[in-house]
């Protein structure tokens, strides 16, 4: 049964920057051999998440790119898209975007902003995933 995990920000590093946490999600996922699909809310974001994935620590690297930018999207472990380009579903999708995952995959990653009027959209989609009959996990980050 596919899961949906709720990663709520909390840490001052986090909350400086955000994506931070996505990278480090991504790093994770990548050790573990899972193929992952972010969900970037607009393209200004995918270049940013693109640009910190390669710079946030010295020590990680993370194979990742751009969807759509390079024929070797298949064989990227982390890609990266932007709403305008429709990337095929992986096992791990990390989602920043507004409206829930409804596509196929395994698990599904939320990034919770700590702004309190960013919570309640994914207060809703909690509750859509509930309703769909994922296993729901929340974590305080």
């Not at 909390?10 to 400086?16: G, Q, S, T, V, Y």
């Not at 994506?19 to 809310?41: G, I, P, S």
């Not at 070797?72 to 429709?86: K, S, W």
Request: glycine share 2%; hydrophobic share 45%.
């Amino acid at each position: 049964m596919p899961r949906a995990d709720f990663y709520l920000i909390a840490k001052p590093r986090f909350l400086e920057e955000p994506l931070r946490l996505v990278c480090e999600l991504a790093r994770k996922a990548y050790e573990a051999n899972q193929w992952t699909l972010v969900l970037a809310r607009d393209a200004a974001q995918a270049e940013a998440l693109d640009e910190l994935l390669w710079a946030f620590d010295e020590e990680a690297y993370v194979p990742h790119q751009i969807a759509g930018t390079d024929e070797d999207d298949d064989l990227t472990p982390v890609l990266i898209a932007a709403p305008e380009f429709d990337a095929p579903s992986r096992a791990l999708v990390i989602n920043l975007r507004d409206d829930a995952w409804l596509g196929a995959c395994e698990r599904i990653l939320e990034v919770v902003p700590a702004d309190p009027a960013a919570r309640e959209p994914l207060r809703e989609r909690w509750k859509q995933y509930k309703a769909l009959g994922l296993e729901l996990n929340k974590y305080d980050m």
